[in-house]
């Protein structure tokens, strides 16, 4: 289906999107005769209608409203209902060069060791010329060495990746946090009955069962002393398929004090895998001193490609305060 949009829409209709509006190059192959139109089309405040005439790579004529357009290109600020008919040269372009690339294959991401006393070690990786360390999500440090010594003292979020000779980036590590002892965590039976499953290795008294039917509007409150910004997520399992395929992840939305704040993401972590917990994803939240309520909704935007199954058990929430935020 996306292969099939990006034909009409990128090729066909030769729409090109950047940031300040629409760039129009079609590709029409001499087979495809005829004139060919994309009606109400929505495109930010606009609703355009783009008929394409004639066949080839070159445009002979483009115009908007019955007016030239110049450089074949809509601004981004346009807006009402419009008429885009471009008319091609009706030349073969099956001769045309292309430009083939062989094939490279990245590096296998690093995988780290230990983050013990200050220091982050991983293994080393074969054919990497350097290493890139990211902090928080960027990349901040290149080292051609396996250790890495930093001095953070703040909740802080570390990834490595390898990098070859020819500058390609591999995937990066398994994130790692450190100097989290300033956590504060609630266990998510305080906001809802604990399921009695048979699974194990949870922390509590418990976990909460989330499904399509039950504890689709999950409420807990939370105390914190201070107010201001914090890093939330939460402790999950999801063992209702492989972690590559079945289109099983868990969705929620986030509400803070009745605010909407996001989505929450609990992928499967393995066929059966109950048992098996780690942490979603992070939504850095504004939270006042004294109670808080939070709020998972399972709202229609929540649905998974799967549909009948969108399941995860909840068993901890984390908060972690940003320093001077």
């Known amino acids: 289906m996306a292969g099939n949009l990006a034909m009409v829409h990128r090729v066909f209709m030769g729409m090109q999107f950047e940031p300040a509006g629409i760039r129009f190059a079609p590709a029409v192959p001499a087979a495809y005769t005829g004139s060919k139109t994309l009606s109400n089309f929505k495109y930010r ?117 390898a990098v070859d000779k020819d500058g390609y980036t591999s995937f990066t590590s398994e994130p790692v946090m450190v100097n989290m002892q300033a956590r504060l965590t609630v266990e998510a039976e305080q906001g809802a009955a604990a399921a009695t499953l048979g699974y194990v290795n949870y922390s509590g008294g418990g976990y909460v069962a989330l499904t399509i039917s039950s504890n689709t509007r999950y409420k807990i409150s939370i105390n914190v002393a201070e107010a201001g910004n914090y890093w939330l997520d939460v402790r999950y399992s999801n063992g209702s398929g492989p972690w590559n395929t079945d289109n099983k992840c868990a ?26 917990w780690g942490y979603s994803n992070a939504r850095m939240v504004a939270l006042q001193a004294g109670a808080n309520t939070l709020e998972l909704v399972l709202e229609p935007w929540n649905t998974n490609m799967n549909v009948d199954v969108n399941t995860a058990m909840l068993d901890q929430w984390r908060l972690i305060r940003v320093p001077g935020k």
Do not use: C
């Open 45 to 161: 405040q606009a609703v355009l209608s783009i008929t394409v005439e004639g066949t080839g790579n070159v445009i002979e004529s483009i115009s908007l409203d019955g007016q030239p357009l110049p450089n074949a290109f809509v601004p981004a600020t346009i807006s009402g209902a419009h008429s885009i008919v471009i008319k091609m040269n009706n030349q073969p372009f099956d001769k045309d060069g292309i430009q083939l690339k062989g094939n490279h294959f990245s590096l296998p991401e690093p995988a780290l060791l230990s983050s013990s006393n200050n220091t982050l070690r991983w293994k080393p990786v074969k054919g990497a010329k350097h290493y890139l360390i990211y902090r928080n999500g960027v990349a901040r440090h290149q080292t051609t060495d396996t250790v890495f010594q930093f001095a953070d003292t703040a909740p802080t979020e570390f990834k490595i990746a």
């Open 251 to 276: 969705l929620r939305s986030l509400y803070v004090n009745g605010t909407y704040s996001g989505s929450l993401i609990l992928p499967q972590r393995g066929k059966d895998e109950w048992s098996d």
